[in-house]
C-alpha cells in the first residue's frame, strides 16, 4: 500500500516522522512524503533532525499571498503529486494548511485519507483561526480519525463521525519525545538563574494580545530577580521585528530561535516554567515535569489543564503576572505541577495507527464503500 504521508511545518514533521519509520518498519507498506514547504526552512530544519528525506519537494507558497492564496497554492500543487504518485491512502496531521489542503485535495480524487491528531477542537472558529476550521474540514472528509485522546474521539463522535472510524491511540508527538528526549541534555543555565520559557506565535494574539504580554515579561523580570527570561522567537520576520522591540535591550530577557527541535527540547528540560501559546508545547512539557501557563482564552489540549500540570491563564497582563510571579515564588505550588506525566500517551502512538492501515480496508475501491461508513 502506498501512503502518502503530506506535511510541511515543524509540528507536521515532528509528529508525523513516527508514522513513516513505523510504517517503513512494517511489510506491505511504501511511504511516500511530500513536503509542501509551508514553513520552508523550519520545515527543513526539522527534516533533518528527524531523519527524514522527502521523496517529493513542492514549491513553497508565496508569502506575498493572503491566507487564502497561500492554501490555494498548496492545494494545487498536492493535487498535482497525488496525480503523479497515484498513493492509496494520504495522511495529514494536525490542524495547519497543508493538513486541510491534503485532505480536500485528496477527497476531490477520491483518495481515502486519515488524520493524525484527529478531534482537537475548542468549537469556536475564532479561536484558534485558522486552525479551528481546518480541522474541522477535515473531520468531514477524513475516513480514519487518530485521537490522540479519548476526549478528542468523543468530540469526533459528538459531531457524527461513526465510532467505527475513530481510533484512539495517544499523540505521535510523544513518540518524537519518547525516542528524542533521553539523547538531549538540559541547556545550561545562565549565572545560575532560574529559567522561565516563553514562546508565542499563534495568530489569535497577534493584535493587541502580544505587545501586552511583551511588556508584562518586563514587569515579570522586575519582580524576581533570580530568573532569566528566554523568549523563544517564531520566523515569522513581523512577529520576530515586534519581539525584538520590546525584549531586546532587557538585560536577564534573552531571544532565541528559531530553534531546531532538539535545541528547543534542550531548553525546554532546563526550565522553570514555561509560558506559552503552542498547542505542541503543551504536550511535551508535561513530559518532563514543566508547568505550562496556556496563553490562550481556550485551547483544544484540555487534558493538561485537567491533570493539574497545565494552566489555562488567557492573556490579561495582570492574571499573567500574578499566576506566573506565585508560581515563581511559591515552589511548594509549583511542585504541585510538577509532574512528569503525559495525559497525551505513551509514546508508541506511531504503532497502533500502523495497526490500524493494516486491518482497514484502504485501497482506492474501497474508498464508496469506507465514505458511506463515515
Known amino acids: 500500500m502506498k501512503v502518502a504521508i503530506v506535511a510541511g511545518t515543524r509540528p507536521e514533521v515532528i509528529k508525523l516522522a513516527p508514522v513513516r519509520a513505523a510504517l517503513m518498519e512494517r511489510q506491505g507498506f511504501e511511504p511516500v512524503w511530500i513536503s509542501t514547504e509551508q514553513q520552508s526552512s523550519l520545515n527543513s530544519q526539522t527534516l533533518e533532525v528527524m531523519g ?32 503523479i504518485l497515484d498513493p492509496d491512502f494520504v495522511l495529514v496531521q ?15 480524487r477520491r483518495i481515502p485519507i486519515g488524520h493524525v491528531e484527529a478531534g482537537l477542537r475548542t468549537f469556536d472558529l475564532d479561536r484558534p483561526f485558522p486552525e479551528e476550521g481546518w480541522r474541522c474540514v477535515v473531520g468531514q472528509l477524513a475516513s480514519l480519525h487518530f485521537a490522540p485522546t479519548q476526549a478528542a474521539a468523543s468530540n469526533l463522535i459528538r459531531t457524527g463521525v461513526a465510532p467505527s472510524k475513530v481510533h484512539v491511540t495517544g499523540n505521535t508527538g510523544i513518540d518524537s519525545v519518547r525516542l528524542t528526549g533521553d539523547r538531549v541534555r538540559p541547556e545550561p543555565l545562565t549565572n545560575g538563574l532560574r529559567r522561565v520559557l516563553v514562546t508565542m506565535h499563534r495568530r489569535e494574539n497577534w493584535e493587541g494580545s ?21 523568549f523563544v522567537a517564531h520566523a515569522n520576520p513581523l512577529l520576530r521585528q515586534r519581539v525584538f522591540a520590546y525584549l531586546g535591550e532587557q538585560s536577564r530577557i534573552r531571544i532565541v530561535g528559531p530553534l531546531d527541535y532538539l535545541s528547543f527540547i534542550s531548553f525546554l528540560k532546563s526550565a522553570t516554567l514555561i509560558l506559552s501559546d503552542s498547542g505542541g508545547v503543551q504536550e511535551e512539557a508535561p513530559s518532563f515535569g514543566v508547568p505550562v501557563l496556556v496563553l490562550r ?41 510538577v509532574r512528569t506525566v503525559s495525559p497525551f500517551g505513551d509514546g508508541h502512538a506511531a504503532r497502533r495507527i500502523v495497526d490500524v492501515l493494516q486491518s482497514a480496508p484502504l485501497s482506492q475501491h474501497d474508498f464508496a464503500q469506507i465514505r458511506a461508513a463515515v
Do not use: W
Not at 212 to 229: A, F, N
Open 94 to 108: 494536525g490542524d495547519t494548511s497543508t493538513t486541510a489542503a491534503g485532505a480536500m485535495a485528496a477527497f476531490a
Open 210 to 230: 502580544l505587545d501586552r504580554i511583551l511588556s508584562t515579561l518586563v514587569r515579570l523580570r522586575d519582580h524576581i530577580d533570580d530568573i532569566e527570561i528566554v
Open 297 to 337: 482564552e481556550s485551547t483544544e489540549r484540555m487534558e493538561a489543564v485537567e491533570a493539574g500540570v497545565a494552566r489555562l491563564v488567557g492573556v490579561d497582563p495582570d492574571v499573567v503576572l500574578q499566576t506566573s510571579t506565585r508560581l515563581l515564588l511559591n515552589e511548594a505550588e509549583r511542585q504541585q505541577m
Open 52 to 83: 527524514v528525506q522527502p521523496d517529493l519537494v513542492l514549491a513553497p507558497p508565496s508569502p506575498d499571498r493572503s491566507l487564502g492564496g497561500r492554501f490555494a497554492e498548496v492545494m494545487d500543487r498536492l493535487d498535482g503529486a497525488f496525480g
